[in-house]
């Protein structure tokens, strides 16, 4: 069994900067891309940012040079570090991560949402 948990969500005025994390755990073999997306009400969920093992990353051209995507592959977890966030940044953020288990893979997981919120 598998399970991504994020952490770090919150309400943050415009133009601050939140960090979140995301941590996988279980019968991991090995993970391959990981990656940040989020869904606004009333709206499909949309790719923020993914990042591939050896550390290649690939941004949404509405965050890019405000949010950055990192992973520490010894702990199993991805990062966003978002700065300059706005109003438009507000919505439920999730990770996904592809993963191999002990015995079958690859399959993609996801997280359980964390909120974020951008507001005066």
């Known amino acids: 069994q598998v399970q991504l948990v994020n952490s770090g969500g919150g309400l943050v005025q415009p133009g601050g900067s939140l960090r979140l994390s995301c941590a996988a755990s279980g019968s991991i073999f090995t993970i391959g891309v990981m990656g940040w997306y989020r869904q606004a009400p009333g709206k499909q969920r949309e790719l923020v940012a993914t990042?591939?093992?050896?550390?290649?990353?690939n941004y949404a051209d509405s965050v890019k040079g405000r949010f950055t995507i990192s992973r520490d592959n010894a702990k199993n977890t991805v990062y966003l570090q978002m700065n300059s966030l706005k109003p438009e940044d507000t919505a439920v953020y999730y990770c996904?991560?592809?993963?191999?288990?002990?015995?079958?893979?690859?399959?993609?997981?996801w997280g359980q949402g964390t909120q974020v919120t951008v507001s005066s």
């Open positions: 990042i591939n093992v050896i550390g290649t990353t």
């Open positions: 996904n991560a592809r993963i191999w288990t002990m015995s079958s893979g690859p399959n993609d997981y």
